[in-house]
């Protein structure tokens, strides 16, 4: 059975993606290259973007629960030289990582998603930076020309992470309702419902467990199936690969009827 990874796990992993990412910076062939998987930022963009991210996330963990999102207004603007770059990228991931440490897992927090299956606290915040971190940290590896699979305990907490945070939602859901199926390689699946309460998520039961509903049989089956590995199903939760990468069972325009909705009450649209 999976369990969501413990918080000095999330700590572990943020070091060493954010290292992972520093790395791919480091072999890429300039700075101003253009990202392949965020056309619209140069890699300094993005190193810019990550930097200064986790210095304002940093500053909303040791506000607390009470303060609004944390801008950090005294953030350093980031040097274009690419060895100082990299110094004030470690800077601003070791600023996160020590906010975190300062106030442990379950403090309550400011964050962006409302009404999801994520609490509202400190660890959930740790967990959902991880994913940001491992995902910025592929595109640095496009760019430089070598992409590597997310770990596979990154990949199989943020298949989940994904689901429970960046989708889940009160919002009813516009369309005649369905369910949408998400098999992991690595053999973990999950269940995504969306109907007029709503999209919620839930983890299906272990292979040898499974009934006729989640292997795709009988009234209660899901609408369609995507199957990967866990690194794959992030990836294209993500919309950093497309869905040829995957096998799709069922019916694949649902998952662009899910990829344009928007729920109200999100804080602008769904995170990716």
């Known amino acids: 059975m999976h369990n969501t990874l413990e918080f000095p796990d999330l700590l572990r992993l943020i070091d060493?993606?954010?290292t992972a990412f520093r790395a791919a910076v480091a072999d890429a062939p300039g700075l101003e290259a253009q990202v392949p998987t965020c056309p619209e930022r140069t890699l300094f963009d993005l190193v810019q973007h990550l930097g200064e991210g986790r210095r304002a996330w940093a500053a909303a963990v040791v506000a607390g629960p009470a303060a609004a999102k944390s801008a950090a207004t005294d953030v350093p603007a980031a040097p274009r030289e690419r060895e100082v770059l990299s110094a004030w990228s470690a800077e601003s991931t070791e600023q996160l990582l020590d906010a975190l440490r300062e106030v442990g897992p379950d403090r309550g927090?400011?964050?962006w998603w409302g009404a999801s299956q994520s609490p509202r606290t400190t660890g959930a915040v740790a967990r959902h930076q991880l994913q940001e971190i491992a995902l910025h940290a592929y595109d640095a590896q496009v760019t430089a020309g070598a992409p590597q699979r997310l770990p596979d305990e990154v990949a199989l907490d943020g298949v989940e992470e994904?689901?429970?945070t960046c989708v889940a939602t009160t919002?009813?859901?516009?369309h005649r309702p369905t369910a949408f199926d998400f098999h992991a390689a690595e053999g973990l699946s999950w269940r995504l419902t969306v109907d007029g309460d709503g999209a919620r998520s839930t983890r299906l039961p272990v292979p040898g467990t499974t009934p006729a509903a989640v292997t795709g049989e009988g009234?209660?089956?899901s609408g369609v199936s995507v199957r990967g590995t866990a690194?794959?199903?992030v990836l294209f939760l993500y919309d950093r690969i497309p869905a040829g990468s995957l096998r799709?069972?069922?019916d694949a325009g649902l998952l662009d009827l899910l990829r344009a909705w928007e729920p109200?009450?999100?804080d602008g649209t769904r995170r990716r």
Request: one cysteine or more; glycine letters at 4%.
């Open 109 to 111: 927090c400011w964050m």
């Open 248 to 250: 799709i069972d069922g």
């Open 231 to 233: 690194s794959e199903l």
């Open 16 to 18: 060493d993606r954010s």
């Open 264 to 266: 109200e009450e999100q």
């Open 219 to 221: 009234p209660e089956a």
């Open 162 to 164: 994904f689901l429970f």
């Open 171 to 174: 919002s009813a859901w516009p």
